[in-house]
């Protein structure tokens, strides 16, 4: 029997996906989760098959949670469930082993596959990103300066050209506002920009938003 867990803050969302898998494998447990620290705890106590999760949980820092994922479960396969839908963006998290993406515009059939696909051992790409991954092999040769940031440094610089502050920035990571200063003025550094605007245009540049 398949043991899965579905990582969502929203209550409807993990259970509209219980209840398409529970109607088309019939035998399978399906565990649900709303933010990445009780998904932990459940991950630790019950050998899963699978994680669908989506990829902005609330009161969870993304990146650690999956790093913390692979340092003590690595071969438990991930789905990202999201509405990102920038390859640019998503690679980083697919370089860090997650197993596939899944667009939370997909529907029934294509969720199926994607589940049906990292059960049997392979990676599922959602549709919309196929096109996206073809253009970014061709420009594979041309540097990309936000792989220089570190996860943590391209966490805060992804709300930074959102125009989130750093004093909210700190509050929804539960870190001091003075270590985001000093992560912003790296991710500065790093990407050779002065401010928020050039930021922003480099994030577009890049295809990150």
Do not use: C, W
Not at 68 to 88: H, S
Not at 158 to 174: C, E, M, P, R, W
């Amino acid at each position: 029997m398949h043991k899965l867990v579905v990582v969502d803050g929203h209550s409807i969302v993990r259970s509209g996906i219980r209840l398409l898998l529970k109607d088309y494998y019939g035998t399978i447990q399906i565990d649900e989760a709303q933010n990445g620290g009780v998904a932990f705890r459940k991950i630790m106590d019950t050998d899963y098959d699978l994680v669908i999760m989506e990829l902005n949980l609330p009161n969870t820092d993304t990146f650690s949670f999956l790093e913390n994922l692979r340092k003590m479960v690595p071969e438990l396969p991930i789905l990202l469930f999201t509405t990102v839908t920038k390859y640019a963006f998503l690679k980083r998290y697919l370089q860090m082993g997650v197993k596939g993406y899944l667009s939370k515009e997909a529907g029934d059939p294509e969720i199926l596959t994607a589940v049906r696909s990292i059960l049997a051992g392979r990676k599922y790409m959602d549709s919309s990103l196929l096109d996206q991954t073809q253009e970014d092999r061709h420009q594979a040769d041309e540097l990309d300066p936000f792989q220089l940031l570190s996860n943590r440094e391209f966490e805060i610089a992804q709300h930074l050209f959102k125009g989130t502050s750093v004093s909210t920035i700190a509050d929804y990571l539960n870190i001091h506002t003075s270590t985001v200063g000093t992560h912003k003025a790296r991710i500065y550094d790093k990407l050779r920009v002065d401010n928020v605007i050039m930021l922003k245009d480099l994030a577009e540049l890049y295809r990150l938003i």
